[in-house]
């Protein structure tokens, strides 16, 4: 799955680019969930994400988001399931930014996290959690990751 734009190369060259994890986690009864997290700016449903880092595989960096954000550790997709482009406000100007989402399987939320009470974090239905979020882009992601998980009957 590519953005709504088509591939990076296609983007103009100034656009951020990010790295974000969609975590999803299984239930004792085999149901599903989404794991969103609030921004810190607008306080809307999102996903975790961040820049990409030096040291980290892009995937690994979007579990350090996963991990700094929401307190989520769990088992990551090499490769990005899809992207998503939006308007990113910063420093006083709006930019537009693409992020590469990487699938996460939680495996547990740790107690301790660097934005913990800064953010809230909810687990959402598959349904849910397309409503929940905004940006058309990540909404097309959530819902071809329901088709892949559980199908498009759940």
């Not at 996903?47 to 954000?69: R, V």
């Not at 420093?91 to 930014?97: N, Y």
């Not at 959402?124 to 819902?143: Q, R, V």
């Amino acid at each position: 799955m590519t953005s709504e734009t088509g591939p990076s190369n296609d983007l103009d060259p100034s656009t951020i680019k990010q790295v974000g994890a969609l975590p999803v986690e299984r239930s004792p009864d085999g149901s599903w969930h989404v794991i969103l997290i609030t921004t810190r700016d607008s306080g809307r449903w999102s996903i975790p994400k961040g820049n990409p880092m030096k040291e980290l595989t892009p995937s690994e960096a979007a579990a350090q988001e996963a991990l700094e954000e929401g307190g989520l550790t769990g088992n990551i997709d090499d490769e990005p399931i899809g992207s998503y482009v939006f308007w990113k406000r910063r420093s006083g100007h709006w930019e537009l930014a693409r992020v590469d989402v990487y699938l996460m399987e939680v495996r547990k939320q740790v107690d301790d996290y660097k934005e913990k009470g800064l953010r809230k974090i909810e687990r959402f239905g598959f349904d849910d959690a397309e409503d929940a979020i905004l940006e058309p882009g990540l909404k097309s992601i959530i819902a071809a990751t329901k088709d892949r998980l559980i199908g498009s009957k759940a």
